[in-house]
T-cell receptor, first 116, second 113 residues
Framework: SAVISQKPSRDICQRGTSLTIQCQVD?????MFWYRQQPGQSLTLIAT?????????ESGFVIDKFPISRPNLTFSTLTVSNMSPEDSSIYLC?????????????FGPGTRLLVL | GNSVTQMEGPVTLSEEAFLTINCTYT??????LFWYVQYPGEGLQLLLK?????DKGSNKGFEATYRKETTSFHLEKGSVQVSDSAVYFC????????????FGSGTRLLVRP
């Protein structure tokens, strides 16, 4: 398994501002993922954070709105830029860890964002 | 394409009742299947998984069997507790090398004492 921490755990922000969310893993991992969970909804993949190259974004998500950094194999940040109330969500990072029965994705505790 | 369909919630049960949460999937090949649980105010925790047909995943009294013939991975527990109240997500891992998960819509379970 993996121990994953996120900062901040929650925040309340004003529209038009930006928030950077940090994700720290206790072991080196090749891939890290960022998900969004809108209120009462399921999880949607935002992007894959690749170490040493640009992040790979899913359809509907763009780098200008959600810039991602991946400076090393244990850390990543996701920035939510120029926020609006529609960005109010839980943002989760996850990492795949190999095991005896194939890979399993482990999730951080999430960052709860409310945009006013 | 790949997709996961879960029964809609909320599911409300009395303590010690039997639980079934249905999950069916559409995928090419043989994806890995997962159940994740999200307790109130917390992130996602892996509950159980299965990686091939007829595999049974189990944890904390919960079970799910990978049924290739019915493309299903229903979650069951024989006797639920109040502490099982949470949102349960069924998910599949795509067969390509991306490790990406596709989630169902989630099913909220409320267990009353």
């Amino acid at each position: 398994s993996a121990v994953i921490s996120q900062k901040p755990s929650r925040d309340i922000c004003q529209r038009g501002t930006s928030l950077t969310i940090q994700c720290q893993v206790d072991s080196q991992v090749t891939m890290m993922f960022w998900y969004r969970q809108q209120p009462g909804q399921s999880l949607t993949l935002i992007a894959t954070a690749n170490q040493g190259s640009e992040a790979t974004y899913e359809s509907g998500f763009v780098i200008d709105k959600f810039p991602i950094s991946r400076p090393n194999l244990t850390f990543s940040t996701l920035t939510v830029s120029n926020m609006s109330p529609e960005d109010s969500s839980i943002y989760l990072c996850s990492v795949p860890i190999a095991g005896g029965k194939g890979e399993t994705q482990y999730f951080g505790p999430g960052t709860r964002l409310l945009v006013l | 394409g790949n997709s996961v369909t879960q029964m809609e919630g909320p599911v409300t049960l009395s303590e010690e009742a039997f639980l079934t949460i249905n999950c069916t999937y559409t995928a090419t090949g043989y994806p890995s299947l997962f159940w994740y649980v999200q307790y109130p105010g917390e992130g996602l925790q892996l509950l159980l998984k299965a990686t091939k047909a007829d595999d049974k995943g189990s944890n904390k009294g919960f079970e799910a069997t990978y049924r290739k013939e019915t493309t299903s991975f229903h979650l069951e527990k024989g006797s639920v507790q109040v502490s099982d109240s949470a949102v349960y997500f069924c998910a599949l891992k795509r067969m390509d090398s991306s490790y990406k998960l596709i989630f169902g819509s989630g099913t909220r379970l409320l267990v009353r004492p």
